[in-house]
């Protein structure tokens, strides 16, 4: 396990992600620095350079990135700054200092067209801004660190310690008996503890270049709300389906960017198990909080 030098830097250490590998790192022992926006500002390259001569880590686990996909229309150029030029940065100084990399990314890099899961050698022909920026972020990272990177491209997270889908529906639920949720994009929820678990099992094998790693199985956001509700154990609510033209958000998605996770499969042996297991899971280890009463749908805002 330890064919990295200590200590194991981690950007973004107190986000979604962050937390988890974070936790589960802890588990095996080896010394881990982690930091978050306010510790390091992966857009400034004398600041990223500072802290990997100050600590000289053997690898770095890069989770940092702006995840606001609609946000990113109308902020490009924080878009860049933090998920392209970042993530370059950061490859700068890994190199200066023999360190290897592995950089989150994900499927918004595709335009979701293709019809079948996307693997690897796929071309990327992102939609909108946060996708094109992750895309640019990746060119970098391989142009800049070509034999010492590992870029993982995952998607739908969810996980206990930050915003996520869960979430965000379950709130939703607390104050509606109605709710309507896009059923045409499909993908691979992902639970954090999961993907966690992945990133130091490629660490063991000393894996390079793309990987997609997700959880196993594919639905659509109407089915994974569905499942959300009934986990739960909410009833009386009602979730109807709505196309991705109707919802009309600020940047395009996607349809069809499910991941093929056989090159993972490959290199560990297995797949992580399947999203609905991980989900249940999830309920199992989330507090225990008290819904608030629904008002009447006539009443709903």
């Known amino acids: 396990m330890l064919r990295f030098r200590e200590p194991w830097l981690i950007i973004g250490a107190t ?25 390091l500002d992966i857009r400034s390259r004398d600041s990223v350079m500072e802290v990997m001569q100050r600590f000289k880590p053997g690898i770095v686990f890069n989770t ?24 370059a940065n950061v490859a700068a100084a890994c190199r200066a200092v023999g360190a290897f990399l592995i950089h989150m990314s994900t499927d918004y890099v595709f335009d979701g067209r293709k019809g079948a899961p996307y693997t690897e050698s796929d071309p990327v022909n992102p939609l909108g801004i946060y996708g094109k920026s992750k895309a640019e972020g990746e060119r970098l990272v391989r142009e800049i660190l070509p034999d010492d990177h590992c870029i993982m ?12 889908f869960v979430e965000a529906i379950l709130e939703r639920a607390s104050v509606t008996d109605t709710l309507t949720v896009v059923d045409d994009q499909y993908g691979c929820p992902t639970s954090t503890v999961d993907l966690s678990h992945a990133m130091i099992d490629l660490c063991e094998i000393g894996a ?10 594919v ?30 958000r600020a940047s395009p998605r996607p349809l069809y960017a499910v991941l093929d996770n056989s090159r993972f499969v490959e290199l ?3 797949p992580l198990r399947l999203w609905d297991d991980a989900l249940k899971e999830y309920f199992a280890r989330r507090p225990r909080l008290k819904p608030s ?4 749908s006539k009443q709903a805002p």
Request: aromatic letters at 4%.
């Open 293 to 296: 009463p629904r008002p009447k």
């Open 268 to 270: 560990v042996g297995s």
């Open 219 to 248: 639905t659509t956001w109407h089915a994974f709300a569905r499942r959300i509700i009934a986990l739960a154990g909410i009833s009386g609510v009602r979730i109807d389906a709505m196309t991705t033209e109707e919802l009309g």
């Open 208 to 217: 390079q270049g793309t990987i997609h790693v997700t959880n196993t199985g």
């Open 153 to 164: 491209r995952t998607q739908w997270l969810f996980g206990l310690h930050g915003r996520n």
């Open 15 to 39: 986000g979604m992600l962050g937390t988890d590998l974070v936790n589960s790192i802890e588990q095996l022992g080896p010394e881990i620095v982690g930091l978050d926006s306010s510790r």
């Open 64 to 87: 940092a990135g702006i995840t606001d996909v609609d946000g990113c229309e109308s902020s490009v150029d924080d878009a860049f700054d933090v998920n392209a030029h970042g993530p």
